[in-house]
């Protein structure tokens, strides 16, 4: 069975990206969240198998969305991606729970050696 994925991203051309790669290699986008409130309610919503979540967000960041997902269910798989090379970003992301970490630009390679890798 497909696995199912939420796209966490302010930026709607890199959700558009990321659902692209994900889609064409027979992954289904459960859906979409543009900042990481809006992740934290359409994963209570969604139950998604996956996350893929942006560290720089409006309204929360992407950081306090994946405790906050930790927090209501500590199962979850979430990557977390980001075009910031921070050291201590990654590091308080897979300390907070992160599974794995995708840097922009995306590389279609990468993000589905992420994504078998956390899922299957």
């Given at each position: 069975m497909a696995k199912n994925i939420?796209?966490?991203?302010?930026?709607?051309?890199m959700r558009m990206m990321i659902k692209d790669i994900l889609?064409?290699?027979?992954?289904n986008v459960a859906g979409e969240a543009e900042n990481?409130?809006?992740a934290v309610e359409k994963y209570a919503e969604l139950k998604p198998d996956l996350v893929l979540m942006d560290i720089t967000m409006p309204e929360m960041?992407?950081?306090q969305?994946?405790?906050k997902i930790k927090a209501s269910d500590p199962g979850a798989l979430v990557i977390m991606c980001s075009a910031m090379g921070q050291q201590a970003m990654v590091i308080e992301a897979i300390q907070a729970g992160a599974k794995d970490f995708i840097v922009k630009p995306f590389q279609a390679e990468r993000v589905l050696e992420a994504v078998k890798k956390v899922v299957g």
């Open positions: 939420l796209i966490c991203d302010d930026a709607a051309f889609t064409k290699n027979g992954y990481g409130a809006k960041d992407g950081i969305a994946l405790k």
